[in-house]
T-cell receptor, first 114, second 115 residues
């Protein structure tokens, strides 16, 4: 089956620290990969995506590279801010099954302290 | 720009009671989805719709029913609530199908507690 595994949180960092949130996946075929972010009290928002191997998605200083050889899509940011405190979800769509919705990981809570 | 609006925001039910969650979107999106979010489990798809008048089951459909009588609305019903349905429910919509990589637009969620 298809699944997404994320590192457990919470991840607590000081402002301006480097961030990595790990995400690995299991999927048939070649999935598209996504990171969604959920700020407190809100719904999820698309942060970035990558649709094929070696693609790099980027947005708001966050980056993630689609690594087929390690089945990973780790999220990184060079210098986090307090405003980045949120829950981050890795997700995939398997492209060969015709499935019509995303499979999400369990989410990783990030807390950035001033 | 309302986007995706969910009502109510909070609700407490007793076991066996029924209720309907309403989702409305003003973006003329074809696809709509209901997810539930539980601690440590991420979001799981309950039901979805690929257009007005259509519905389909997701990963965890048991105990829920849905209807999409109008394109802009997607209703989630619980006929006989159970404590296992205590969760945060999110509605989402997208312009095209997921295979087209159309991003999902989420509402702010409904927190439901069943006692």
């Amino acid at each position: 089956g298809n699944s997404v595994t994320q590192m457990e949180g919470p991840v607590t960092l000081s402002e301006e620290a480097f961030l990595t949130i790990n995400c690995t996946y299991t999927a048939t075929g070649y999935p598209s990969l996504f990171w969604y972010v959920q700020y407190p009290g809100e719904g999820l928002q698309l942060l970035l995506k990558a649709t094929k191997a070696d693609d790099k998605g980027s947005n708001k200083g966050f980056e993630a590279t689609y690594r087929k050889e390690t089945t990973s899509f780790h999220l990184e940011k060079g210098s986090v801010q307090v405003s980045d405190s949120a829950v981050y979800f890795c997700a995939l769509i398997p492209m060969d099954t015709g499935r019509r919705a995303l499979t999400f990981g369990s989410g990783t809570r990030l807390q950035v302290q001033p | 720009n309302a986007g995706v609006t969910q009502t109510p925001k909070f609700r407490v039910l007793k076991t066996g009671q029924s209720m309907t969650l309403l989702c409305a979107q003003d973006m003329n999106h074809e696809y709509m989805y209901w997810y539930r979010q539980d601690p440590g489990m991420g979001l799981r798809l309950i039901h979805y719709s690929v257009g007005e008048g259509t519905t389909a089951k997701g990963e965890v459909p048991d105990g829920y029913n849905v209807s999409r009588l109008k394109k802009q609305n997607f209703l989630l019903g619980l006929e006989s609530a159970a404590p296992s349905q205590t969760s945060v429910y999110f509605c989402a919509s997208s312009r095209g199908g997921i295979a087209e990589n159309s991003p999902l637009h989420f509402g702010n969620g409904t927190r439901l507690t069943v006692t």
